[in-house]
């Protein structure tokens, strides 16, 4: 037992004990889009309970966090992300007792549950919107109403030449009754709420604390950039070129968009989450969703003195596809870890409920590597539901879940990546029992599903777990990271910490390349282990690999679309000490020996 204290004192170091960092900072969030995980009463469409019923397969996984997409009480014209109470749970989705027992259920199994919090806007449909039309107090400025710009006598145009984005037409619609044009950035049905009103912002807030007090562990703030737009009404500059042909991006939006007042508002729901954690020293997590640049994203971490979100999450690795080569996945990796406040992590995803899934980007062999490259750099990631056996994206002809047809100016079909979670290969891939389900599933589903990824130990399913376990080991935890680009496709990064090193390598391009770090500076050695590959890598667990050129034998080559985790020990070498780690961080040994992590 001495031995191996000693051997797991070594792995971990000084260093690394006295770095100790927050849940949050190193937490694998796991994306559910709830209309798709599972169905558990056969109505074709999924729910909480069964969600509920799969928390021990996501346990398994080795995730940390459970992100629940909208299932508020809404008309679903944006699937839910216009609510119409955002205290009420949508019947489709179960009850708010459901809602209840999963929170718990989650936490039973020492998972986190992060809600979807949509503060920008409501449904129109909603009893604050219905009160404002008819000028009720204290309602009537809960949104931005404006009497429009008077052309005669008897007729008015909107206030100005804002655009939806999700229309490309004017962002603002005339209500009858009320007399008035109201503002909406996305759709008619999703008017924008006036958050310079304090009575807003009191409601808000209000509804932050009633999910905390039901046990949240923190939200996903949505649609950031939208949240104010400037008091003046100004007409946004036009952009003059022909070869753009959609009106929203006509328009330089310097007055609808990421406004001064969204960093105020997002650093008091900081301070107000921080609230919870004075009394019992849990943080609650305030993650926000921005698509934009960087230059936008980094300031909504704030300052020491006035922190706003823990992170934003990062889109940089979702607009990336197989015709960019690795300096510009080594560019979008460095302009945020280049650019991060002092003592902040990255956050990092690869695919969501917007854009596409891997296997449509790079092909479906370029998985794993993928999974590689999210779970093993610094920090946290987000792993959309799916990603982790290589689900593909469903064959939907029309975009079905959206009664709005005017979503149809968005660049793709965002059904296809939210299709239905394939868990066996019966019908409907046991998504569940109704004759049809609200989408289609992946066609692949009989040969491509969770059941038949557990029990092939060379699954994606079971690679993934090997990466999720490696990144609590210390090295995956606090190693610093070094990268370089090998040659045009094939990218290299490590996370070293005391004296060890993983190395991960992969291959974008559509040859075999070799994989030597000669270049690199990392003063690797010339034989390293192999960890996990890839399953179109050719390499075993445990097998010897050359990184480094001889005089007689040059380095090892990797397959298209490939990936390597790679350490300088063997990895079943190291059986005791890391089976020591994972025992104090509460992981079941003998579930990772089954599947395959020693």
């Not at 037409?169 to 709420?193: G, I, M, V």
């Not at 992590?345 to 449509?360: A, F």
């Not at 056996?389 to 059904?415: C, H, W, Y």
Request: proline share 5%; aromatic share 12%; net charge negative.
């Amino acid at each position: 037992m001495f031995q191996i204290l000693c051997s797991w004192l070594l792995l971990v170091g000084p260093n690394s004990l006295s770095a100790e960092l927050d849940w949050w900072e190193t937490s694998v969030i796991y994306q559910i889009f709830p209309w798709s995980f599972k169905d558990s009463n056969g109505d074709g469409i999924g729910d909480l309970n069964g969600i509920y019923e799969k928390l021990d397969y996501i346990k398994d996984l080795g995730v940390d966090v459970v992100w629940i997409q909208p299932v508020y009480r809404s008309p679903m014209i944006d699937m839910g992300y216009d609510p119409i109470s955002m205290r009420e749970i949508d019947p489709i989705f179960g009850t708010l007792d459901d809602m209840k027992r999963l929170i718990q259920g989650a936490h039973e199994r020492d998972l986190k549950v992060l809600m979807d919090f949509v503060p920008n806007h409501t449904s129109n449909e909603s009893e604050w919107f219905k009160r404002s039309v008819e000028r009720e107090e204290p309602y009537t400025d809960y949104f931005i109403w404006h009497d429009g710009r008077p052309v005669n006598n008897t007729h008015r145009v909107e206030p100005n030449n804002w655009i939806s984005q999700f229309t490309d037409h004017s962002a603002w619609t005339w209500n009858d009754k009320r007399q008035q044009y109201y503002f909406h950035h996305f759709s008619e049905e999703q008017p924008d709420l006036n958050l310079r009103n304090p009575k807003v912002q009191g409601e808000l807030e209000s509804l932050l604390r009633f999910w905390l007090d039901l046990g949240a562990d923190g939200f996903r703030v949505d649609a950031v950039p939208y949240f104010f737009e400037a008091a003046h009404l100004r007409d946004e500059p036009e952009i003059n070129d022909t070869d753009i042909s959609s009106n929203f991006y006509k328009r330089l939006h310097i007055y609808t968009m990421r406004q001064p007042e969204n960093l105020q508002i997002l650093q008091s729901w900081r301070e107000f989450l921080d609230s919870y954690k004075k009394k019992d020293g849990i943080t609650r997590l305030l993650a926000v969703e921005d698509t934009g640049p960087m230059e936008g994203i980094i300031p909504l971490f704030g300052n020491e003195s006035h922190p706003a979100a823990h992170f934003p999450f990062n889109y940089g690795l979702l607009y990336l596809d197989y015709t960019m080569n690795v300096t510009v996945l080594d560019k979008t990796i460095h302009d945020l870890v280049d650019q991060l406040p002092i003592n902040r992590l990255p956050n990092w995803m690869t695919e969501s409920h917007d854009l596409w899934r891997i296997s449509s980007r790079f092909g479906t062999d370029a998985v794993d590597s993928f999974n590689m490259l999210n779970l093993l750099l610094p920090g946290s990631a987000c792993v959309y539901y799916g990603s982790e056996i290589g689900l593909e994206e469903s064959m939907v002809r029309k975009d079905q879940s959206t009664k709005n047809t005017a979503f149809a100016v968005l660049p793709l079909n965002r059904d296809i990546i939210r299709g239905p979670m394939p868990w066996d290969d019966t019908k409907n891939g046991g998504f569940t029992t109704a004759k049809k389900p609200w989408l289609p599933l992946s066609s692949r589903y009989w040969l491509e599903n969770v059941k038949k990824q557990v029990q092939e130990p060379k699954s994606h399913l079971n690679i993934f777990k090997r990466l999720a376990a490696l990144r609590k080991t210390p090295i995956g935890r606090y190693g610093d990271l070094k990268t370089h680009v090998v040659n045009t496709w094939t990218y290299l990064f490590t996370r070293s910490a005391n004296n060890h090193t993983i190395a991960v390598v992969i291959n974008l391009g559509s040859e075999s390349e070799k994989i030597c770090s000669e270049d690199s500076n990392f003063g690797l050695p010339e034989i390293m282990f192999v960890h996990t590959g890839s399953l179109n890598s050719g390499f075993e667990a445990g097998e010897k690999i050359r990184v480094v050129s001889s005089k007689v034998q040059s380095c090892a080559e990797l397959r298209p679309k490939a990936g390597l985790v790679m350490t300088t020990y063997r990895s079943n070498g190291m059986v005791w000490s890391l089976a020591l780690w994972h025992l104090l961080l509460g992981i079941g040994v003998s579930t990772l020996w089954q599947s395959g992590i020693y």
